[in-house]
């Protein structure tokens, strides 16, 4: 009787963890998108994980845990520098296990 007890409630315990790890990841995606919606200009996830950019700076990914800000930027060809304002990018968009939920640009 007294094991039936302790294994319920050390599943409770689990279960609760559990939940508590969901909550707290879905409680930063959202306060990320909310950042990276609002913003016009280049931001970092507030955990981030990796950064990718290609080397020609035609595109730079921030990735979060599950999620990425990704970065498009368009260069001037006639420009021979071929230098690129990281702070302004021409394009954005949101992903989430890499399905998009906002593009713009």
């Known amino acids: 009787m007294k094991t039936e007890k302790i294994k319920k409630?050390?599943?409770?315990?689990?279960l609760?963890?559990?939940i508590a790890v969901l909550l707290a990841w879905v409680l930063l995606v959202i306060t990320d998108f909310i950042r990276f919606y609002t913003s016009n200009s280049y931001i970092e996830p507030l955990i981030t994980l990796t950064h990718m950019a290609c080397d020609c700076?035609?595109?730079r990914s921030e990735c979060g845990i599950g999620y990425s800000?990704?970065?498009?930027?368009i260069l001037d060809?006639?420009?021979?520098?071929?230098?690129?304002?990281?702070e302004k990018p021409d394009s954005r968009r949101f992903s989430v296990f890499?399905?998009?939920l906002y593009k713009k640009g």
């Open 9 to 14: 409630s050390r599943k409770r315990i689990a």
């Open 16 to 18: 609760r963890i559990i």
């Open 57 to 59: 700076g035609e595109s």
């Open 69 to 73: 800000f990704d970065y498009g930027y």
């Open 77 to 86: 060809i006639g420009n021979s520098s071929w230098k690129y304002d990281k």
């Open 98 to 100: 890499g399905k998009d």
